[in-house]
């Protein structure tokens, strides 16, 4: 199967940076879309920023100018590079990616368990 696991969270000041991880490893023969989510408490999840198997990023109005995602492919990871972070910026962080293993034709998503960001004002 495949595993997912973030790392870099943390607690920060408002206006300070942190830089999540996300690793992939298992049975992995192609990586497609990988993204960010976060869910603060009592809110749904939602997406922060995604990237393509080719570069090509997307993020959400909330962290445009602000986060940055960028992917290795070699080392299967996606990362979120946080910068002038805000109060409301606090939640958990998951990171999930479309993966297709050895002997499939198809892509499953899979999740990550999370990591706590907090940022205090």
């Known amino acids: 199967q495949v595993q997912l696991v973030e790392s870099g969270g943390g607690l920060v000041q408002a206006g300070g940076s942190l830089r999540l991880s996300c690793a992939a490893s298992?049975?992995?023969?192609?990586?497609?879309?990988m993204e960010w989510y976060r869910q603060a408490p009592a809110k749904q999840r939602e997406l922060v920023a995604a990237?393509?198997?080719?570069?090509?990023?997307h993020y959400t109005d909330f962290v445009k100018g602000r986060f940055t995602i960028s992917r290795d492919n070699a080392k299967n990871t996606v990362y979120l590079q946080m910068n002038s972070l805000k109060p409301e910026d606090t939640a958990v962080y998951y990171c999930?990616?479309?993966?297709?293993?050895?002997?499939?034709?198809?892509?499953?998503?899979?999740w990550g368990q999370g990591t706590q960001v907090t940022v205090s004002s």
């Open positions: 298992g049975s992995i023969f192609s990586i497609d879309a």
């Open positions: 990237i393509s198997s080719g570069g090509s990023t």
């Open positions: 999930n990616a479309k993966v297709q293993s050895y002997g499939f034709s198809y892509y499953n998503s899979y």
